[in-house]
């Protein structure tokens, strides 16, 4: 049984571990190169330091969100207390902010955002203090708005974009989850199916075999006794024993056929109850006796219920053959209405449960009738003799 192939999700493209730190140190060093030019222009010490502190930071932004996060807030609260004006370093700030969103929980990433516009508010007013009066419709007012309203937008679209990040991620990694979750429930369902499909053909091949060669047992045992007294009954004997074979190998070819996708063409269909007649038939041939009762060959039932039918009696006729005696008489009698019943009956030794294969043949019509939901009954009958009854539901 092939398995069935797998399919990869469509992934968008990222970068790997190692693409990611380089990614990370690349950005550090491009934002560090301005660093200088600043420092020429403003005054080195503050600016310089706390600049090389905010940028440094974001290297370790992807594995200690909240810690290099930590470090960038409290570089740019040191700033508000130690400079009136903004510096390059403060570029950092989103990034880190992103990277809480994107990397932490979310609630570290809302902390986060809480922080951002509380500092947008002291930075803002730090940066514009010197021209605020006391009166609130002085232009000075809007300046402060509009620097607040900026930096705070900055804040709430690095937020914003982290969270989306962090969402989009464990969504696709759900969704991979679940692919793999399908396909390993996929696999056991396909090793669930091959062990049925080889438990139905191990049964078929018990019930082809068991019936071919307890035939071919019966019918060399008589010719052996048979071709010392009348070589004419022998050579008709050999005759039949050659039949069963044939039929046997047929038999075979037929189950085995149906593992072999490029045989379907040469295996032929399943046993019905339209070959019921040429079973007992069979085994009259064989030297058994058999009374039968059996339905009309315009009798319709399901397929499957058809093949359990026949092989419940295939399997119960081997049963008298090797185990009822030479003189016993089978009857066999098979009835469709609401479900379909199925009787064999002997009168010999009633030791037919002790078949071959430690009871492999009763164990197999009790799993075939299992299947379609009927009962099997088996057992020795008072009197003498052994009896298989079966029902199987339509």
Do not use: C
């Amino acid at each position: 049984m092939d398995h069935p192939s797998r399919t990869p999700i469509a992934q968008p493209w990222r970068l790997s571990d190692r693409g990611r730190q380089w990614f990370d140190v690349v950005l550090v060093v491009l934002l560090l190169l301005p660093l200088p030019l600043f420092a020429i222009a403003h005054r080195p010490v503050p600016d310089t330091v706390l600049g090389l502190v905010q940028i440094v930071a974001v290297l370790v932004r992807r594995r200690h969100a909240v810690e290099a996060f930590a470090v960038v807030a409290a570089a740019s609260g040191l700033q508000a207390v130690l400079i009136d004006t903004p510096i390059w370093g403060q570029v950092a700030f989103p990034i880190a902010l992103y990277s809480v969103a994107r990397y932490a929980r979310g609630r570290w990433g809302l902390a986060a955002l809480g922080v951002g516009i509380a500092g947008a508010a002291v930075a803002s007013y730090d940066w514009v203090h010197n021209w605020l009066a006391d009166d609130v419709n002085d232009p000075s007012t809007g300046a402060y708005l509009s620097y607040f309203v900026t930096i705070a937008v900055i804040v709430v679209a690095a937020w914003a974009l982290g969270t989306l990040g962090r969402t989009r991620a464990a969504y696709v990694g759900a969704l991979l989850d679940r692919n793999d979750q399908l396909h390993r429930e996929s696999a056991q369902q396909v090793a669930l199916a091959a062990a049925e499909e080889r438990t139905r053909i191990a049964r078929e091949m018990h019930d082809v075999v068991a019936h071919g060669l307890s035939v071919i047992v019966v019918q060399a045992d008589g010719a052996r006794y048979a071709a010392e007294q009348d070589p004419a009954i022998a050579a008709k004997t050999l005759g039949t024993i050659s039949e069963a074979a044939r039929e046997a190998l047929t038999e075979m070819r037929r189950t085995l056929g149906l593992l072999r996708a490029d045989d379907a063409a040469q295996t032929r269909p399943q046993p019905r109850l339209a070959d019921l007649p040429a079973l007992v038939e069979e085994t009259r041939a064989a030297g058994t006796r058999v009374r039968a009762t059996l339905p009309g060959p315009d009798t319709v039932v399901p397929d499957g219920v058809g093949l359990t039918t026949f092989r419940v009696v295939q399997e119960a006729l081997s049963n008298v053959r090797k185990h009822a005696g030479p003189s016993a008489v089978a009857t066999v009698r098979v009835e469709a209405g609401a479900d379909v019943t199925v009787e064999v009956r002997d009168d010999g030794r009633g030791a037919a449960a002790a078949d071959d294969g430690g009871g492999l043949g009763l164990v197999g019509m009790r799993e075939r009738v299992a299947a379609h939901g009927g009962t099997l009954e088996t057992g020795p009958v008072t009197g003498g003799g052994f009896r298989v009854l079966a029902r199987i539901p339509l």
